[in-house]
């Protein structure tokens, strides 16, 4: 596992001259004449990412010029400076010239997730270019943020043939080892069946016995209960995907990545609160043993289920998790999963989609997204809606026909298993589909930054 952390306070750092369009003149006029001769013959004008190395006598790099470009080149593109970052050799540098803490903050952090690789099974971790925390910066808390992401990325990343139910349960026991957590595993055989039977009945088909995970840290402050989807692999079930659909379905249990990743956060930042971590851990596979189209199941609370497609599994183990959640009253619930294709047609990959019938929690999370840098936008629990999970047969159905708002009504699924109780639904992705900065390629978490960032407000800390 890849630790991203700051250089030593004490290492002599190089120093990154962060010089937006506008204040090339600025910087021109306090720089050194030949820092101006070299940058003007370079052609540096201060776009975005653009990366100039300042020689000194001796020919070692004495100082980095940085492009910080516009206010709105910036909005196009977040972290810009760990593009930097990946430009430049090996050594310690530090930030110049980013009065704003909170951007001097963020830029920081994408510093350190710029040196995110995963190496499980080929290549090394690359020995980049270091940062040295500004001394007004939260270090420690920047760090903590940084590990949680590489938790979530790692856990995705990692294919299916190594991460089955077992060893998701083996990677939120290692979390509870460090952290101090009590953690309880309901396996299948174990009462699964009897106990949670949504979770069962979809991972009843995979050899990799279905299980519940269950953390608890902290015995003070409000209650707060994470749900993550845990579905370690998704082949449809019987109703198979096709393999272009099927490709990425490693990343199907995401939301179980990015609750882990919070959970860690949250610990390790000591945020008041006493936790607890719900995954349903399964894989939806096929075998005579699958659930099948047109079944009835009888959830945890008691609600029956019509199965409409076994492909709309993740709703299935969240029900059965969210009901075990809410027999607890937490003063919240939050769930994350990879739930639908149609979040994903409708906002994309870069934000996620949130639900909440509260607008506090909106207004706090909407601004918290927005200065951490992890967009969130939200949707509604369209009340009307709900007539179309309503198939007659049995109180609900898993996967309405009709094609519509797809993303909706699976949240309005999830919604009735919380028992009326505080909740919150991010229907992810979990998947940077092409490089950009401080985001290579492949798993990446969503919400969890802007979420921490929230909690105090949303708590009442
Ligand atoms: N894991 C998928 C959703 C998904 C697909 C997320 C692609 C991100 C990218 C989920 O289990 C699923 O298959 N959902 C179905 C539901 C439908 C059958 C009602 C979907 O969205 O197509
Ligand atoms: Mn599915
Ligand atoms: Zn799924």
Wanted: aromatic share 6%; net charge negative.
């Amino acid at each position: 596992m890849t630790s991203l952390t700051f250089a030593d306070a004490d290492t002599p750092a190089i120093p990154v001259h962060v010089v937006p369009e506008a204040g090339l003149e600025a910087w021109q006029a306090d720089a050194p004449a030949a820092w101006v001769t070299l940058s003007e013959a370079q052609g540096f004008s201060g776009k975005l990412g653009q990366t100039l190395i300042l020689p000194g006598q001796d020919g070692a790099i004495d100082a980095v010029l940085a492009g910080y470009g516009t206010e709105a080149a910036r909005a196009r593109k977040r972290f810009a400076l760990a593009s930097v970052a990946a430009k430049l050799p090996a050594g310690t540098y530090r930030l110049a010239g980013l009065d704003e803490v909170a951007t001097l903050a963020e830029e920081s952090l994408g510093w350190l997730l710029s040196g995110y690789k995963f190496t499980r099974y080929a290549g090394k971790p690359a020995d980049g270019a270091l940062l040295q925390a500004d001394p007004r910066l939260d270090a420690p808390r920047l760090e903590a943020i940084a590990a949680g992401e590489v938790l979530t990325r790692d856990l995705i990343n990692t294919p299916a043939n190594d991460m089955g139910p077992e060893e998701l349960e083996a990677a939120a026991q290692t979390l509870a080892d460090r952290t101090g957590a009590t953690c309880h595993v309901i396996r299948d055989g174990d009462l699964l069946a009897e106990n949670l039977p949504l979770i069962h009945t979809v991972g009843r088909a995979s050899p990799r016995r279905p299980r519940l995970i269950d953390l608890r840290w902290g015995g003070t402050g409000p209650k707060l209960t994470l749900v993550g989807k845990g579905v370690c692999f998704d082949t449809g079930g019987l109703n198979l995907k096709p393999g272009g659909s099927m490709a990425l379905m490693k990343k199907d249990m995401g939301g179980s990545a990015t609750v882990l990743g919070l959970a860690q956060m949250i610990v390790d930042t000591k945020l008041p609160v006493q936790l607890r971590v719900l995954i349903p851990a399964v894989e939806n596979a096929v075998s005579g043993a699958a659930f099948r189209p047109g079944d009835v199941l009888t959830a945890r609370n008691g609600l029956t289920v019509e199965i409409n497609n076994t492909d709309a599994e993740g709703r299935l183990v969240l029900a059965d998790a969210l009901a075990l959640a809410a027999e607890d009253a937490p003063d919240l619930i939050v769930s994350m999963a990879t739930l639908t294709g149609a979040a994903r047609v409708a906002v994309g990959p870069d934000l996620a989609p949130y639900y909440t019938t509260d607008p506090a929690h909106a207004a706090a999370l909407s601004a918290a997204a927005h200065d951490v840098r992890d967009p969130v936008w939200q949707l509604p629990f369209h009340a009307p809606y709900e007539d179309m999970i309503e198939p007659g047969i049995a109180d609900l159905d898993n996967a309405p026909s009709g094609g519509f708002a797809g993303s909706i009504t699976a949240a309005l699924f999830l919604r009735r298993f919380t028992g009326g109780l505080g909740y919150m639904h991010f229907d992810i992705y979990g998947w940077q589909p092409s490089a950009a900065p401080a985001r290579p390629k492949g798993g990446v978490g969503q919400g969890a930054r802007a979420l921490l960032a929230a909690l105090p407000k949303i708590l009442n800390l």
